[in-house]
């Protein structure tokens, strides 16, 4: 196994240019369900601009991954606007009480403050801290929740769902504030000089149609993009949970520079169908491979997916196909960095990378 040559920094830093890199990038989707790693509890993470940071720093240390970022999770911004957002001692967030329980609410809805109002204010915090340790030698980045899925945690799941058939114009007036509200913080995230991304989970086509995706989550997705581009000058990245296939024209419609996708799609079709275009990013499957897996097995899916997306025209991101669940032995990511570093490093060994076992 070659031993890196570049710093995640440089390494990325020339990735985005197109240049010489010495491997493949590899970035495990990690975030509060590694806080054990700390010994710390998920519910402190939650309320510590402090831990927050130390766990990514500790993770960087460890691993050497190619990106750091500390995430909104997906009810941050929903909490910072009114959700009642529950926090166990051990476990992810969930939704108590949304802030709109019937239409008529939505309008005195309000965007978030992000300097003040929920977790936010501890989420840029944390981001200052890793920028000022760490980001001389890593990418340091936030990730957000797309505004499709802020509105699940607003209102509650099955009531967007039903409310964008019985009640269109009062979620479309929902997505405009919630677009503002992201735009805030997309505004701070900005000031600091760091990159942003989205995770979407309920964009997925799982739970709504390609025409549902198209009137009532990427107008307003598109809008965050266009903010961040105009901010920052970059492209940012976005993660859809489930499948997506159907909606990848639309996605890309939407300016992002890079599309991670689940383990339930499949990164060759990904990179034919859209690799000319966009970064690829993905997708060891998480619970299967890497949390219930062996280091045989972790090496033997990050090779296959090494295998399938190597060769895509704007590049390829060896990554998990979603969040790594918790407990998970810290062995098995590292397995992940190795598979990156045995089977991508540059210029790629394809008798390695193809010799059947």
């Not at 997925?204 to 107008?219: A, C, R, V």
């Not at 990848?248 to 599309?259: A, K, M």
């Amino acid at each position: 196994m070659k031993k890196d040559q570049m710093t995640p920094k440089e390494r990325m830093t020339a990735f985005s240019k197109g240049l010489e890199i010495d491997r493949i990038p590899c970035v495990p989707d990690m975030g509060v369900t590694m806080a054990p790693f700390i010994g710390a509890t998920t519910y402190e993470y939650y309320h510590s601009a402090e831990l927050m940071a130390d766990l990514e720093i500790a993770l960087f240390k460890r691993l050497r991954h190619d990106s750091i970022g500390i995430s909104t999770t997906l009810r941050g911004v929903a909490g910072a606007m009114g959700s009642v957002i529950g926090y166990p001692k051990n476990n992810i967030s969930y939704l108590i009480s949304p802030a709109a329980k019937t239409p008529g609410e939505i309008e005195n809805l309000k965007p978030a403050n992000p300097e003040t109002d929920g977790i936010l204010p501890l989420l840029l915090k944390a981001l200052r801290i890793i920028r000022d340790t760490v980001g001389h030698e890593a990418d340091v980045g936030a990730s957000m929740s797309g505004p499709f899925s802020v509105a699940a945690s607003l209102v509650g799941t099955e009531n967007l769902l039903r409310w964008m058939i019985k009640y269109p114009q009062s979620i479309h007036t929902l997505m405009e504030i919630i677009t503002e509200s992201n735009n805030r913080y997309i505004e701070k995230v900005a000031e600091l000089g760091l990159g942003i991304g989205f995770a979407d989970p309920v964009s997925s086509t799982s739970l709504i149609s390609p025409k549902q995706f198209d009137e009532f989550s990427m107008p307003y997705l598109k809008k965050n993009v266009d903010k961040i581009r105009e901010l920052t000058g970059s492209r940012p990245s976005i993660h859809i949970c489930g499948t997506s296939k159907s909606i990848w024209e639309s996605v890309l419609s939407t300016g992002i520079g890079n599309f991670s996708i689940d383990n339930i799609e499949d990164l060759e079709e990904a990179k034919e169908s859209i690799g000319d275009r966009v970064v690829i990013t993905g997708n060891i499957p998480p619970v299967e491979v890497v949390h219930k897996g062996t280091r045989e097995d972790i090496l033997r899916a990050g090779k296959k997916c090494i295998q399938k997306a190597y060769d895509s025209t704007k590049g390829f991101i060896l990554s998990t196909g979603c969040q790594i669940p918790m407990h998970t032995p810290m062995e098995n990511i590292e397995a992940i960095m190795d598979a990156a570093r045995i089977y991508g490093s540059y210029p790629i060994d394809e008798e390695l990378l193809f010799r059947e076992e």
